[in-house]
């Protein structure tokens, strides 16, 4: 066992844990963004850079700070390890600066894109992002490529983590899917536009941190704001069928994994319950999703608006302690 | 009944005088003040003939703006909907096909496009709302109808017409210092 202290946080974790995962351990709030690492998915992480934390102290045998920024998914944790996440200013400069490096071939099409409003690059560059670019030269730019009937893939969106790569590699048999060039000119694609006809390929679009691979069955059906998500599942032969389909009215437009906090999938869908069920009779459905509230998707949804408990007390203060009519009064919320 | 309010006063209405009861001093009041008006200045116009001109950003209709190659510039993305706090506006969006690029800026665009003008409150959020420089309150005003129908205004209203396009330069000049204040 190892002690660790994330942002005055104490913790202890087994030898070999990452320092990104013990700070998953101690909540979400701690934890540093991830855009390339994915917890179900082996050797993922490192290519982003996104999740860098300052070790302000190496471990209790060799306390000296570690000079660089270190990628906490890539990093395991020693005992007595002392590390800075949100508490570091050092850190957050650093890593509006991968934003900006994240955002250089980035189309910033959001209004057209299916993916915005549970994109990931979307949240972090309007957490760390820059008003505008300094990038002046031409963004590199692909045609839009269609893998297989049901998935999109826009290149021009990619910010090369390899998720969907290591997702073909480790939960499809056949490797046909992964990065074509070097560079600058990198790109993921199919072998000459191979069909991905695996039936866990659909995941890929799940675990895909922007909107470069989209499922075409949902293509600018809705924004993802104006559906509901619910639990659901189904019997299912080739998967566990335990799904969030995502609802308008009584239509369910889309069909993907249930994600947790931390945007990652809780299991790996099969292609038949993602793409061809979507009828609300093939699916039992169990009640809506917890969605974050700061999320644009629970905004115009007034379901779970809490009255503040503390307003009424406070009023009455700034009222000059006032007995105010019981009509306001919290009990009548 | 009790009051719920508790403003309401009751007047106690006594015997008339003698003059009260003569009534002709309080007609005489009342002409001299009905006469009084009539060399004042007018507060009303003849409308339509004569108009009052609208303030420099006056939010009346809205209108969906085209570029200047006469595509729309809306691509549907929703978030002048999201804005929106009557919940007045909803659209269907469509993916742009090949030879409609004069037609549509981006690849998705709004098939359907409605504003409910019963709902709107003419606040001015979907303008600030909007990425795509596309939809833009105007110094026009919403026709009156007889049916409540009618007032749930679609593209065919709110987009402008190409060869009549409309001017909303004043507006957008209001709404970019209103950008550089909050800078």
């Known amino acids: 066992m190892a002690k660790v202290t994330i942002d005055d946080i104490e913790i202890e974790v087994p030898d070999g844990t990452t320092i ?35 070790v302000e102290q190496g471990s209790t045998k060799d306390p000296r700070p570690m000079p660089k920024p270190v990628p906490s998914c890539r990093t395991t944790v020693m005992d007595g390890m002392v590390v800075r996440n949100n508490t570091s200013p050092e850190i957050q400069e650093a890593r509006a600066g991968i934003v900006e490096f994240l955002l250089i071939n980035h189309p910033l099409d959001c209004p057209v894109c299916d993916q915005a409003g ?13 008003e505008a670019t300094r990038y002046e030269f031409d963004r590199r730019t692909f045609e839009q490529i269609d ?27 056949g490797r046909v899917h992964g990065v074509l060039n070097r560079g600058d000119h990198a790109e993921i694609s199919t072998y000459i536009e191979q069909a991905i006809d695996n039936d866990f390929s659909g995941n890929v679009i799940d675990v895909c941190p922007v909107g470069a691979l989209t499922d075409k069955t949902f293509r600018f059906k809705s924004r993802v704001w104006f559906t509901k998500p619910m639990d ?19 239509e369910i437009l889309r069909v993907t994994g249930r994600k947790d906090e931390f945007g990652e999938v809780e299991s790996f869908i099969c292609n038949t319950c993602r793409f061809e069920k979507k009828s609300v009779s093939d699916w039992t459905i169990e009640g809506p999703r917890k ?17 503040p408990t503390y307003l009424y007390d406070r009023v009455q203060l700034l009222n000059d302690g006032k007995k105010l009519p019981e009509v306001n009064s919290k009990d009548n919320g | 009944m009790l009051s719920l309010s508790n403003r309401k006063k009751v007047i106690e209405q006594g015997e008339l005088s003698f003059m009260e009861k003569l009534y002709l001093p309080v007609i005489a009041k009342g002409l001299g003040i009905t006469v009084k008006h009539l060399f004042k200045r007018k507060v009303t116009i003849k409308y339509p003939e004569q108009k009052r001109s609208f303030a420099k950003i006056y939010r009346g209709l809205h209108v969906l703006k085209r570029d200047e190659q006469g595509r729309e510039n809306c691509t549907a993305c929703g978030m002048c909907a999201v804005a929106c706090p009557a919940e007045a506006i ?21 098939s359907v496009y409605e504003i409910n003008m019963l709902r709107c409150i003419f606040c001015g959020l979907c303008e600030e709302a909007c990425p795509k420089d596309a939809i833009y309150l105007t110094d026009r005003t919403v026709d009156s109808e007889y049916n409540r129908d009618t007032f749930i205004y679609g593209k065919d209203k709110l987009v402008e017409k190409i060869d009549n396009r409309i001017d909303i330069s004043q507006r957008k000049i209001k709404t970019e210092q209103k950008l550089d204040k909050l800078k």
Do not use: F
Request: some cysteine; aromatic content about 6%.
């Open chain 1, 20 to 54: 990104l995962q013990a700070a998953r351990m101690i909540g979400a709030d701690v934890a540093p963004p991830a855009m390339c690492y994915y917890s179900k998915l082996a050797t993922t992480g490192g290519y982003c850079r996104t999740c860098i934390v300052k």
């Open chain 1, 291 to 307: 969605i974050n509230k700061k999320s644009v998707i629970s905004a115009n949804h007034y379901e779970e608006t809490k009255k």
């Open chain 1, 232 to 250: 659901a599942h189904r019997d299912c032969d080739k998967c566990e069928g335990k799904v969030a389909v995502w609802m308008k009215g009584n």
């Open chain 2, 90 to 110: 909803t659209m269907i969006s469509a993916e742009r096909k090949k030879g409609e690029e004069h037609l549509y800026r981006e690849e998705k665009y709004a």
């Open chain 1, 118 to 130: 549970e994109c990931d690059l979307q949240n972090l560059g309007y957490k760390h992002g820059a």
């Open chain 1, 147 to 173: 893998i297989g009937e049901n998935i999109k893939l826009h290149m021009n969106r990619c910010i090369l983590c390899y998720r969907c790569v290591k997702t073909c590699e480790q939960i499809t048999d």
